[in-house]
């Protein structure tokens, strides 16, 4: 798999970067002709296959992170572990972001219109890269060695 061979920084930050232009051009989509419909199916194509450089990686991200700090901590988590409450967390917040996103862009296509509302998602997209650079991973200031028999996962804080 990618993220085990470079680390989910890189890999999420690819998937945001290269999500953006496409939703940006989306806003040329303007009225319903052949043209129109196939610059739509493409651009969505692209997009969705940006997107699942985003979701894996982090999924891995948070595997990273309870055994980094179960290593730490043995027991901390108690018998069962965290794996169950962090990705019930995860799946939480991928809900609410799955509720609020299409209420949130309704209401600036109504507000402002279609070519605003994927104007924002591009930036937002591109600008969410920013965090995912410095903060995946581990702070982007830190160096992190791989497992020590390289059969594993690299880039483990």
């Known amino acids: 798999m990618l993220c085990d061979k470079y680390g989910p920084r890189w890999l999420t930050a690819f998937g945001l970067i290269f999500t953006a232009p496409s939703l940006v051009l989306l806003r040329f989509v303007t009225h319903d002709a052949t043209n129109q419909v196939v610059l739509l199916c493409a651009l969505l194509a692209l997009i969705g296959f940006s997107l699942g450089f985003v979701t894996p990686p982090l999924s891995a991200e948070l595997t990273f992170i309870v055994e980094k700090i179960e290593a730490e901590n ?34 600036l296509a ?48």
């Open 74 to 107: 043995a027991g901390i988590f108690g018998e069962g572990g965290a794996y169950g409450q962090v990705f019930a967390l995860f799946t939480c917040a991928l809900a609410f972001a799955t509720m609020s996103g299409p209420l949130v862009s309704g209401f």
């Open 110 to 157: 109504t507000k402002f219109g279609w070519g605003f509302m994927f104007m924002i998602l591009g930036v937002f997209s591109a600008v969410s890269a920013i965090p995912v650079l410095a903060f995946t991973g581990g702070l982007v200031t830190k160096r992190f060695l791989p497992i020590s028999d390289g059969s594993d996962m690299v880039g483990v804080p």
